[in-house]
């Protein structure tokens, strides 16, 4: 295991600036996971990390080794590709032990390693089987056997799960981080997926335009995000955001709505609600139902708030169509507010507990 250290890191692309300037430290045997939109830096950091991109300027530590100029086989790391990058022709053992064959290291060396991976994994039984014969999710598997029989310090794993189906990507995540929690090695994890970021990272790592928005918990980034972007990129459904300006008595939407809230700082200009934390009540906000979607479990529904669109999650099962009137109000101790920097305004705030 090793720590991992980016700092000020820069990566240029001719005119194109891709990481402009990036600074994370990861903890020895921390799981790390880097979220953010398509083309904002993320998987481009990993591959710098991984020595499979250069770095312009910056300087990149893993352990004690500074790796700028170390050739990834020689930085301690394994890495798990989106398309899995299985030989076809080799079998699942093969596949798992190619590595280990290429250092050399003796016969039986090889078959203890990747049988304790095929044991972790799950795979004992289709060692003999070849990648056309194996289902996506086993392929997966396969590929983090790869990396597991080389022992390295650091995982780095880039959008493993998205070729998968829905299903089976929520079995995978979990596979992934009790796989974590067993061998406690550093993992460095690239998504787009905020349910994934959420659900399997000690620290997440929001990115934008190649820059760190925000870092911390997962339950730090979606109580206490720093801006409008990760508020609106870490959770699901995404929060609301209603546009209007702070007055004595609340929040006045530019439909000339008042919304309640616990703090009145004159700078703020957006509204921001999770859908979860809105409930229903007799006495509250008239609006107009859109669409009803149930779940089972909760019951999502968007409505009408002046020329607005809000979306809601309710526990209960409600009986509404769309046209219907309801009566909803928002939790007040998880309101957001934001000024016009789109910075989230903190004064006032409780503490996180």
């Known amino acids: 295991m090793a720590h991992v250290s980016v700092n000020n890191a820069r990566k240029d692309y001719g005119a194109f600036k891709a990481i402009k300037g990036v600074s994370v430290d990861i903890g020895d045997g921390e799981f790390v996971v880097l979220v953010g939109p398509s083309g904002c830096g993320k998987s481009t950091l990993l591959r710098m990390i991984a020595g499979l991109e250069g770095i312009t300027s910056g300087q990149i530590q893993i352990g004690k080794h500074i790796v700028n100029e170390l050739a990834p086989k020689d930085r301690d790391i394994a890495m798990v590709f989106q398309n899995y990058a299985l030989y076809p022709h080799m079998t699942v053992a093969k596949n798992m032990g190619f590595s280990l064959r290429l250092k050399r290291m003796p016969r039986s ?44 310090a650091v995982f780095l794993f880039d959008e493993p ?32 997926d905020q349910i994934e970021a959420m659900t399997m990272a000690d620290k997440i790592v929001v990115m934008k335009d190649g820059l760190i928005e925000q870092s911390g918990s997962p339950l730090e980034l979606y109580d206490r995000p720093n801006n409008l972007f990760v508020a609106g990129f870490i959770g699901s459904p995404a929060m609301n955001f209603i546009k209007g300006s ?31 934390h809105i409930s229903l009540d007799p006495d509250g906000i008239e609006v107009t139902t859109i669409v009803v979607e149930p779940t ?6 968007l409505v009408r708030l002046g020329g607005q669109t809000l979306t809601c999650v309710f526990r209960e099962r409600i009986r509404a169509a769309p046209g219907d009137i309801l009566r909803i109000a928002p939790i007040h101790d998880t309101v957001h507010l934001f000024g016009e920097n789109e910075q989230r ?9």
Do not use: C, W
């Open 246 to 276: 702070m007055t004595e008595n609340g929040f006045r939407t530019e439909d000339g709505l008042l919304l309640p809230s616990e703090r009145r700082p004159p700078d703020a200009v957006i509204y921001g609600i999770r859908p979860e």
């Open 161 to 192: 799960l998205s070729n998968l189906d829905a299903k089976l990507r929520v079995q995978m995540r979990s596979e992934i981080k009790e796989l974590h929690q067993r061998l406690q090695t550093t993992t460095i994890y690239v998504t787009h």
């Open 109 to 152: 060396e090889i078959d203890h390693r990747v049988g304790n991976a095929a044991k972790i994994l799950g795979l004992e039984n289709l060692l003999e089987r070849y990648p056309k014969q194996l289902s996506g999710g086993q392929r997966q598997r396969v590929a983090m056997g790869r990396a597991i029989v080389r022992d390295p």
């Open 345 to 353: 305004i903190t004064t006032g705030e409780a503490p996180l507990s």
């Open 296 to 301: 089972g479990s909760e019951t999502l529904v």
